[in-house]
C-alpha cells in the first residue's frame, strides 16, 4: 500500500481550477470536502482539497485519513487535470470539471462529487512527537534469505477477513506453497478498531479474536504477519501506532505475530521525510524489546535511501519502489527502480520491489514468469497476492517453481542488476556454488533471440551444467554459447552451475 496510491474502496480525491475569470477563481479557492464510505470501526472516510489558482495554473493539497499530497495542474473552461507533485508522470492521475458549485471527478474509473468544506469537515493533524536520536538496533539475524509468504492487500484490499485468513492458511498448505517455502500469510491494512481510554487498539469486527487467528495459522506450520504505520492512520485511515509504538509492539508479540509492515503513509503529516531513520528506529526498538522475533518491513518506497540505514533501524527489508499494479509497465518500472539498490542487500537486508501479482489476472503467463523471475534474481521478497484457493495449474506451475525460488533463495545473496542491449535486458545474479542465474528479458512486442556467452560470466571456475529452470532441461552448448528464441515480454532464465 502507498500513502499516495488511492484504494479502491476509499472515495478519490481531486483538485480543479478555471479560467473563467476572478469571480470563478475567487469560488473555487479554499477548501473542499469528499465524502467517503465508512470504515469498517465506523469511523467517517474523507478527503480534503485545499486549493489555490493563479490563472490557469492549480495547486494546493490532498489530505485524507490516512495519507497526504501535494498537487499541481491547469484548467482549459470548466476541464482541468490533475498531476502528483511527488513525482513525473506523462498522464494525469485525475481529470474532471466543475459546474453549479460542485466538483466532479474521475479518477480510477469512478465519478465524485465534492463541495465546499466546513469546519467540522477538517482533519486534525496531531501535534509533533519528537523522534528519538540516532542509534543502531541489535540485529537478531532474521531473514537469511528473502521472506516469503502471502499478502492479502492486492487481491483483498479492505474485504480480507478472519475466515478469509483461515481459508487462505488452509489453502497455503494444501496448494504445496507452504512446503516450497511460502511461510508467512500476512495481513495488511484495515483490521484495525478503535483505541479505547487506556490507548489499547481494538480489532474492528471483521476480526473478532487476533490472537486465535494467530494460533490457528501457526497450527498449520505457517508464520502470520500484521500492518501499521508510524503515522497517526494508515493508508486506508485506520488508527495507526503514531505515540503507541511500545504498546503496540508489545500487542502484536502477544497476539502471536512473527512479522510487521510498517506503512508510512500519514507519517508525513507529522514528520519530514529527513526524519524516517529515527521515526522507524522508534519502532524496532520496540519490537526488540518484546523479545519475540518479528520480521520487521518496511514500506517507506525507497524514501532517504533506505536501502543504506534499514539494517541500522532492526530491519530485515524495506520497499524500494511505489505500489505494484497488475500490468507489464508498472512490474518493470518497479523492478527497474529497485536495480540501483543491489550494493546492499545480502542476508538479512533484502531490498523489495513490492509484491507479486502473479495469477491476479491482468498479465499473460509469460509476463508472470518474467516477474518472479526477475524477483528471484534480485534477491526479492516472494509475498503472492493472488487467490491461492482457487489457483489454476498454471499459477501453481509459475509460483512453485523450486528452481527458480532456488535462485531467490541463494544463501549468498546477491542481488543482480540489468544491462541492456537493443530489446533485450541481461541480469546475472551470482550463486553461493560459484555458478550463476541469468535471465534475458524481451521487453519487445515480438519474439527474439537471446544469446548466452559463457566467457562473459562470472563463473568461479568453468561451466559445469547449464540448466533452463522454466523447461526443467539441461541445454547443450555450441562453442561455449547458447540461443533461444524468447517470447514477447517472455524471460529466458539459466543456472549455470560451476566445476
Known amino acids: 500500500m502507498s500513502r499516495i496510491h488511492f484504494r479502491a474502496w476509499i472515495v478519490a480525491i481531486v483538485v480543479v481550477g478555471l479560467s473563467w475569470g476572478v469571480a470563478a477563481c475567487q469560488e473555487l479557492a479554499g477548501k473542499w470536502v469528499f465524502p467517503g464510505e465508512k470504515l469498517h470501526n465506523g469511523e467517517q472516510q474523507r478527503t480534503i482539497l485545499d486549493l489555490n489558482q493563479k490563472g490557469a495554473e492549480i ?60 469546519a467540522q469537515d477538517d482533519i486534525v493533524i496531531p ?204 512490474m518493470m518500472t518497479n523492478i527497474h527502480v529497485q536495480a540501483p539498490t543491489a550494493p546492499w542487500a545480502g542476508p538479512g537486508r533484502w531490498n523489495d520491489p513490492d509484491m507479486l501479482e502473479v495469477g491476479n489476472g491482468h498479465m499473460t503467463a509469460d509476463e508472470y514468469r518474467t516477474h518472479i523471475t526477475l524477483w528471484a534474481l534480485t534477491a526479492a521478497p516472494l509475498l503472492a497476492g493472488n487467490d491461492v484457493r482457487t489457483m489454476t495449474a498454471e499459477t501453481k506451475s509459475i509460483l512453485l517453481n523450486k528452481e527458480v525460488i532456488a535462485v531467490d533463495q541463494d544463501a549468498l545473496g546477491k542481488q543482480a542488476v540489468p544491462v541492456k542491449v537493443g530489446q533485450l535486458e541481461r541480469w546475472v545474479k551470482p550463486l553461493a556454488d560459484g555458478g550463476v542465474a541469468i535471465g534475458i528479458v524481451n521487453l519487445g512486442a515480438a519474439p527474439a533471440v537471446g544469446n548466452v556467452e559463457i566467457k562473459d560470466l562470472p563463473i568461479q571456475g568453468s561451466a559445469k551444467q547449464v540448466r533452463d529452470l522454466w523447461t526443467h532441461q539441461i541445454v547443450a552448448l555450441q562453442n561455449g554459447a547458447y540461443s533461444a528464441t524468447i517470447p514477447a515480454h517472455g524471460t529466458l532464465l539459466l543456472r549455470i552451475s560451476a566445476k
Open 59 to 118: 495547486t494546493g493539497q490532498i489530505i485524507a485519513l490516512g495519507w497526504a499530497n501535494g498537487v499541481k495542474g491547469t484548467i482549459h473552461d470548466s476541464h482541468f487535470e490533475l498531476f502528483r507533485t511527488d513525482v513525473e508522470e506523462p498522464k494525469p492521475f485525475l481529470v474532471g470539471d466543475v459546474a453549479n458549485g460542485e466538483l466532479r471527478i474521475t479518477f480510477w474509473g469512478g465519478t465524485h462529487v465534492g463541495h465546499k468544506a466546513s
Open 127 to 330: 501535534a509533533q512527537i519528537a523522534p528519538p536520536a540516532l542509534h543502531p538496533v541489535a540485529s537478531i539475524g532474521q531473514a537469511k534469505t528473502p521472506p516469503m509468504g502471502w499478502n492479502s492487500w492486492n487481491l483483498f484490499a479492505d474485504k480480507i477477513d478472519d475466515k478469509t485468513v483461515r481459508e487462505m492458511a488452509d489453502a497455503m498448505v494444501t496448494s504445496g506453497l507452504r512446503d516450497a517455502g511460502y511461510v508467512y500469510l500476512n495481513i495488511d491494512d484495515t483490521w484495525e478498531g478503535l483505541r479505547d481510554e487506556k490507548g489499547v487498539l481494538h480489532t474492528n469486527s471483521k476480526f473478532p479474536d487476533m490472537k486465535a487467528l494467530a494460533d490457528y495459522v501457526h497450527s498449520k506450520g505457517l508464520k502470520i504477519g500484521i500492518y501499521s504505520s508510524p503515522g497517526p492512520r494508515t493508508c486506508g485511515g485506520y488508527p495507526a501506532s503514531y505515540g503507541f509504538e511500545e504498546q503496540d509492539a508489545k500487542m502484536f508479540a502477544a497476539w502471536g505475530f512473527d512479522f510487521l509492515k510498517y506503512d508510512w503513509c500519514s507519517a508525513g503529516y507529522v514528520y519530514k521525510d529527513e526524519a524516517i531513520h529515527a521515526v522507524y528506529q522508534k519502532m524496532g526498538d520496540a519490537l526488540l524489546a518484546t523479545g519475540r522475533p518479528i520480521v520487521y518491513s518496511l514500506c517507506e518506497y525507497g524514501l532517504q535511501k533506505v536501502e543504506t540505514w534499514g539494517p541500522e533501524v532492526g530491519a530485515n527489508l524495506w520497499r524500494t519502489t511505489d505500489d505494484i499494479r497488475d500490468e507489464w509497465e508498472s
